[in-house]
């Protein structure tokens, strides 16, 4: 079960990330989660949206550089060592994790973390329950 993660190409220039989020608010789509990452030549923002085909029409139609990637998103629990035990499990099954960061939503107990890792089929097979776009209230 994946999700739609939106990874737009930015300049390294000031401003560009303001654009970007402008845009995307002009057109009342929703960031749900952001990651920003750079290298010395360019920028990468990591974003899972709303409503992910709208803001993907949006953004390469205004010439923004983009890829759309499936990831996952699990539940973890909202306290202390909710995180190092998710992540306790993945090591000892050897799953590697690429990157990983939060979602704004949390609910009841509960945060939702975005994530790419090597082996998505162990992350059930070790009892991690994976959320769907319907239960985050995406598109």
């Not at 303001?18 to 923002?45: F, H, K, M, P, V």
């Not at 993907?56 to 759309?68: D, E, F, P, W």
């Amino acid at each position: 079960m994946s999700i739609h993660q939106i990874s737009v190409f930015l300049e390294n220039r000031s401003g560009q990330l303001a654009e970007i989020t402008e845009l995307l608010a002009n057109n009342g789509i929703d960031i749900r989660a952001i990651s920003i990452a750079e290298t010395s030549d360019y920028g990468l923002a990591r974003m899972i949206v709303d409503d992910s085909q709208k803001a993907s029409s949006v953004l390469l139609a205004a010439g923004v550089i983009l890829s759309m990637t499936p990831v996952c998103a699990v539940e973890v629990p909202d306290q202390p060592g909710g995180l190092a035990t998710f992540l306790r499990v993945l090591a000892d099954a050897s799953v590697d994790v690429e990157y990983m960061y939060s979602l704004f939503t949390h609910r009841e107990g509960r945060a939702y973390m975005v994530l790419r890792v090597s082996d998505e089929a162990a992350l059930t097979a070790h009892n991690i329950r994976l959320v769907g776009m319907e239960e985050l209230g995406l598109k």
